[in-house]
């Protein structure tokens, strides 16, 4: 049984550490291990394509992080003093933001975004004072962000959800029985409980954003993310470039991972 | 400001990005997948079910898609449950949850880099040159469904394991003493009390892997090599190289529809296993 799960995780770790160890090799090819060089490395980081797929990838998966901690948080926080319909069709939300394939949720919002921009190009180009010249809407960075706010909004309300339902009701009832607004029963009670739940929620969708490539494929129009960049030179041949980027992917979603599993943790044992 | 102006202010800004970034799409995806293609690359808005009736001309996507997904979900919960069993009733549980997170962990990292890792190991210069090495020449891995079923189980695994430990570690350990102290073998013992009181929690990691599979592109394409062809293969060429959206749109919604279909099935059978389980175990 130990042997098993041992094997077991080789099979998961030995790839991740493959790429690694050639990321640091000197050689150009994996059959040949030439000695230790960080090479690679500064070739990566010193390709301006490189550089820039990183600042869009950044860029992109902090601002919607942001966007999906704050809008999820608040839908989390009014559900739960919401029954009947309304309930009813944001669990359906939800539900289907979660369950559909991404790849479907890439070439939904790809087609549904253009043909809105269509409509409202012209519109657009109507209103606006004459000479000057009207903006196109098209799509970019702007549809990217929305596309994986949607998708990590969904994934905020599940995590902070869970938090508050495990959350002591005695307490906010505590604090407004003593006269406390309900704006102060939120900053004083209810945020300070879920704020570790909100930042790993936070954590977990820049992961998710920064790694996603399907969705970023079809609505990203011009603009290239890091998972673009890569997946476009793994089609052009296997580099030693692509290890060391990979490995410092790897590097960062796992810094930020262990971030969010502590957070979750402190968050479930301070009530107790 | 009333509770319920509060609750409405709350909830706009969701509301509005759902509507607008997700029920918008998916319905203009409904609505072109009954309409024409337009010369130019768009859509001309009809109501023609011609799109569905081309669908056997991508018959093979559907295909491999419908034999892989389960065969990958088979494989992958052949390997996770031994570890799942492992994880919830052997190890020390001092060394349970750094085990388990051990596990997880890669499924939160980049899929598309441990794809990536394992053209690197299942290419020309990785284990074939090994195999070559010992004295077994002329393997190709590369590229086959082979190497795609390996993509998956090693993507896909993290989540097949959880669900599976999370219900074996609920499991009741008295009852396992129970039966032993009933004289039961311990092949039994898993047999009528392990597996059927661990079936929610295959029936959840099975459900999704397959789900997850079912929209797969990234391990094919990457894995596949252009051979091994899923739907989602099938949607980014219609989508980005064709620019066929009517037909495209058409291959989504049946997409979703077949899988709606599958795990509904699915769902249905645990169920009717669950309950007749259970009356075994009354007996």
């Known amino acids: 049984m130990r042997m098993y799960a041992t094997c077991v995780y080789l099979f998961l770790y030995i790839p991740i550490g493959v790429i690694a160890l050639f990321s640091f090799n000197a050689g150009r090819h994996a059959s040949q291990l030439q000695g230790f060089s960080t090479k690679w490395y500064g070739k990566a980081l010193g390709n301006p394509f490189v550089m820039d797929a990183l600042q869009t990838s950044l860029l992109v998966a902090f601002t919607s992080a942001l966007l999906a901690s704050l809008f999820g948080t608040m839908a989390a926080l009014a559900l739960q003093g919401v029954r009947g319909p309304v309930r009813t069709v944001f669990d359906m939300l939800i539900y289907v933001a979660v369950m559909i394939p991404g790849i479907v949720i890439g070439i939904a919002t790809l087609i549904g975004l253009v043909t809105l921009f269509d409509q409202l190009n012209p519109m657009l180009a109507a209103l606006w004072p004459e000479g000057a010249q009207a903006p196109r809407l098209s799509m970019g960075l702007g549809s990217l962000i929305a596309a994986h706010t949607m998708f990590l909004m969904a994934l905020v309300i599940i995590i902070v959800r869970a938090r508050l339902a495990g959350m002591d009701r005695a307490l906010t009832e505590a604090s407004s029985d003593l006269y406390a607004t309900p704006f102060g029963t939120f900053r004083q009670v209810t945020l300070p409980m879920i704020f570790p739940a909100v930042l790993a929620g936070f954590l977990l969708s820049f992961t998710f954003s920064f790694d996603d490539f399907i969705i970023a494929f079809f609505v990203a129009g011009s603009e290239t993310t890091l998972p673009i960049y890569v997946f476009s030179s793994i089609r052009r041949g296997v580099t030693p470039e692509i290890n060391a980027i990979g490995t410092m992917v790897l590097g960062v979603s796992l810094i930020l991972l262990v971030a969010a599993q502590v957070l979750l943790r402190r968050g479930e044992r301070k009530p107790k | ?283």
């Open chain 2, 1 to 283: 400001m009333t509770r319920r102006t509060r609750t409405w202010l709350l909830l706009m800004p969701a509301g509005t990005w759902f509507l607008v970034m997700l029920l918008l799409p998916l319905t203009v995806v409904l609505v072109f997948s009954f309409g024409e293609r337009a010369p130019a690359g768009g859509v001309v808005p009809a109501f023609t079910f011609e799109q569905y009736a081309n669908l056997p001309a991508r018959w093979t996507a559907f295909k491999n898609t419908l034999t892989l997904a389960p065969v990958g979900t088979l494989a992958a919960l052949l390997i996770a449950y031994p570890l799942a069993y492992f994880l919830a009733v052997k190890v020390d549980p001092k060394w349970k949850t750094i085990l388990l997170v051990l596990v997880i962990v890669p499924f939160w990292t980049s899929i598309l880099i441990r794809s990536y890792a394992w053209i690197f190991l299942l290419g020309g210069r990785g284990l074939p040159a090994l195999l070559d090495w010992i004295g077994i020449e002329g393997v190709r891995l590369i590229n086959t469904p082979f190497a795609v079923l390996v993509g998956i189980i090693y993507g896909y695994l993290p989540l097949m394991v959880f669900p599976i430990f999370v219900s074996l570690d609920r499991l009741d350990k008295r009852l396992l003493e129970a039966a032993s102290d009933l004289g039961a073998t311990r092949w039994n013992t898993f047999r009528q009390i392990t597996l059927p009181l661990s079936i929610p929690g295959i029936a959840t990691g099975c459900m999704l892997v397959f789900i997850l599979l079912m929209g797969e592109f990234l391990i094919p394409a990457l894995l596949g090599g252009g051979k091994v062809f899923f739907v989602g293969n099938a949607l980014v060429d219609l989508f980005l190289q064709s620019r066929n959206w009517a037909y495209g749109s058409a291959v989504a919604v049946t997409l979703v529809i077949v899988m709606l279909i599958t795990v509904t099935i699915y769902m249905r059978l645990i169920n009717r296993l669950g309950a007749s389980r259970e009356d075994v175990s009354i007996m």
